[in-house]
Structures are given as structure tokens and as C-alpha cells.
């Protein structure tokens, strides 16, 4: 049984952690932090500490975790490079599972979204296109983050270069090499993914609307039984899956 920390336990991923953990029987929740909690009280008797929050409260939490050796999953998004460095330093002392995404179905849609990219070459325009419900806070979503990540390692071209996000005005034709990037916004979304691939006469989209948080509850759970039983290091939910 792993004892775990759920830090944002009254957020709506947090809910459902605690919902999924509850039924769980591979995991024990031993503790929900939120504003106002401290995880030092309680870090001691975990084994490791699931973090869905904000992303300016994720490095104070891996650094917690490093100095008390404790299993580290990360959900949280929207992290600036500095934070995303700092805490990439400490896969040498703790496992790290960080993902943008731990649904199965997504992290299948990484898997395809390499192979199609493989296979259509650069014949294709490509664009990804996300939408997620109206409080979410940051933008693209993670999981689109990393859709236009794989589009540019297969394309060997460099992100910062070719994303476009969104377009507005008289911004010319588009180029061979771009990746556009577009967020939409509304409702009580979930979370919605596509890839884009159009080429001269056809055109293949691959789709993936998860309908539940438990979806990535589960998959995150998964995940953090999985992490304690690995050398330190830093992994996917790709390697959780076993898909790479
Ligand atoms: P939310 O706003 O509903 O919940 C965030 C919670 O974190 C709130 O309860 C807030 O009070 C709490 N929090 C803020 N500061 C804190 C602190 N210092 N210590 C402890 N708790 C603190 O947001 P959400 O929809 O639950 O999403 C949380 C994060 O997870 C976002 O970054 C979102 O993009 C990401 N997310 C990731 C996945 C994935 O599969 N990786 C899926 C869904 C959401």
C-alpha cells in the first residue's frame, strides 16, 4: 500500500484524488494540503506526495520532497523555465513522474502523434487545437505544450521558433515549418486535444476529449504507487505506461 499526499486537495483535481484514492487499493491517502496547511507537518509518514496545485508553489514542494526523500508526482502546469529547470536538478535525489497529462488515452495520443509524424513527414501542415472548460488559469493547456514538443522533436525544428499561437491580422502565408498552436476556452470542458495534420487532399486529426477528471486522478495514483518502487530519476507517465 502506498501512503500518499494529495497537495491541492481542494481543487477540482485534488477532489478527485481524494474521490479515486479513497477506492483505491493500492493507495492510502494519508493527508489533503491546501492554502493554509503545511506539508512539513505531515511529509514524514508519506511515501510519496502527489502535486496538483499552481505553479508557483511546485519547486518549494519538490524541494520538500528531495530534502526528506520522498516520491514526487507532478500535474501541476504552467511552470516558467527557471522553476521547470530547478526542479528537473532534483531527479538525482527522488523519483519524479511529470507529466502534463495522466490519462492513458493521452498519453496513447503522444505515442500516435510521434508515429504520424514519422510517417506523414513534412508534406503536411501541422497545427494543435485544445479546449478546456473557463477557470483554467494558464494557457495552451500542458498536454498541447507537449503535442507541439513532439511535433517539433519529429520535424527536428525548434519550438521557439515555429509556434505560432493563434493568428490575427495580415500574418502572410503559412510557412512549411510552423506549428500553429490554438486555445479555446468555455463551459465545463474537461480537457479536449487535437492534432491537425493537412496535407494537399486530405487531412487526419487525432482526437482525444477526456469527459472526467478521475481519468487523470487514476492515472496520477498510478503513477505514484509505480514512482516508489524506482531509482531516483525523472520519468513520464509514457514510462509509467511502459509505451516508450
Ligand atoms: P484548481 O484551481 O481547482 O485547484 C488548485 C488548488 O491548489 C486549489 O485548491 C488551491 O487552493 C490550491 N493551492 C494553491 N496554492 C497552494 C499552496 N501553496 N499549497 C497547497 N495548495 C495550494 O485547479 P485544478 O483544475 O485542480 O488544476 C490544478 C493544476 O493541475 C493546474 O496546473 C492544471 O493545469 C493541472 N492539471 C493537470 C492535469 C494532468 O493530467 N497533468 C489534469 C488536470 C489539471
Not at 538525482?92 to 502523434?113: D, E, H, K, R
Not at 508534406?123 to 485544445?130: A, N, S
Request: with cysteine; aromatic share 4%; net charge negative.
Amino acid at each position: 500500500m502506498t501512503k500518499v499526499i494529495i497537495n491541492g486537495s481542494k481543487g477540482r483535481m485534488g477532489k478527485a484524488l481524494l474521490r479515486c484514492g479513497e477506492i483505491n487499493p493500492d493507495i492510502e491517502i494519508i493527508a489533503g494540503i491546501d492554502v493554509g496547511d503545511d506539508l512539513n507537518n505531515v511529509i514524514n509518514n508519506a511515501d510519496a506526495v502527489i502535486e496538483f496545485s499552481f505553479h508557483d508553489v511546485t519547486r518549494n514542494i519538490a524541494e520538500l520532497c528531495s530534502k526528506n526523500k520522498k516520491a514526487l508526482v507532478i500535474g501541476t502546469t504552467g511552470h516558467t523555465d527557471e522553476d521547470k529547470a530547478a526542479i528537473t536538478e532534483l531527479k538525482s535525489q527522488i523519483p519524479i513522474v511529470w507529466a502534463s497529462n495522466f490519462s492513458t488515452g493521452v498519453n496513447t495520443l503522444f505515442w500516435l502523434t510521434r508515429k504520424a509524424t514519422e510517417v506523414l513527414g513534412t508534406e503536411f501542415d501541422l497545427e494543435v487545437v485544445e479546449m478546456h472548460h473557463r477557470l483554467k488559469k494558464d494557457a495552451p493547456s500542458g498536454t498541447a505544450t507537449t503535442l507541439s514538443e513532439i511535433l517539433a522533436e519529429v520535424r527536428q525544428v525548434s519550438i521557439e521558433k515555429e509556434i505560432r499561437h493563434g493568428r490575427q491580422g495580415i500574418v502572410g502565408e503559412r510557412t512549411d515549418s510552423e506549428i500553429g498552436m490554438h486555445s479555446l476556452r468555455g463551459g465545463d470542458v474537461v480537457g479536449d486535444h487535437t492534432v491537425v495534420y493537412a496535407g494537399n487532399g486530405e487531412r487526419l486529426e487525432l482526437t482525444h476529449k477526456a469527459a472526467s477528471r478521475n481519468t487523470f486522478a487514476n492515472g496520477a495514483l498510478r503513477a505514484a504507487a509505480w514512482a516508489c518502487s524506482q531509482p531516483p530519476g525523472l520519468y513520464s507517465m509514457e514510462d509509467v505506461l511502459g509505451l516508450e
